[in-house]
């Protein structure tokens, strides 16, 4: 059974960095792309960043990219989320995810294409 589990999230100032983390067991890491997602209060999970299996290819939402980098290091089954640059509006409960090898990026940027799901760590940028 695969397990996600998120940390490294917490309280920074606007302008701060954080970086989150996210193991992976239960399986084997490789045969899966990674996401990030995020949700705020009153507000549907959106799409943050995705990695393929190899972390040869990355894909960005339009409202992070330039100040978020999505990572993965397969030896240590983790995936992490590095956060600069934070703004107000970055404030959520931020959760990783795990899709199976073969979707398109659009696929990606959804959560419909992720099969297993951490339980969340909370970034809150404060002004």
């Known amino acids: 059974q695969v397990l996600l589990v998120e940390s490294g999230g917490g309280l920074v100032q606007a302008g701060g960095s954080l970086r989150l983390s996210c193991v992976f067991s239960?399986?084997?890491?490789?045969?899966?792309?990674m996401g990030w997602f995020r949700q705020a209060p009153g507000k549907e999970r959106e799409f943050v960043a995705t990695i393929s299996w190899s972390g040869g290819g990355t894909y960005y939402a339009d409202s992070v990219k330039g100040r978020f980098t999505i990572s993965r290091d397969n030896a240590k089954n983790t995936v992490y989320l590095q956060m600069s640059s934070l703004k107000r509006e970055d404030t959520a409960v931020y959760f990783c995810a795990a899709a199976h090898r073969g979707f398109s990026t659009t696929v990606l940027s959804t959560t419909a294409g992720y099969a297993y799901w951490g339980q969340g760590t909370q970034v809150t940028v404060s002004s």
């Open positions: 239960g399986s084997s890491f490789n045969n899966y792309a």
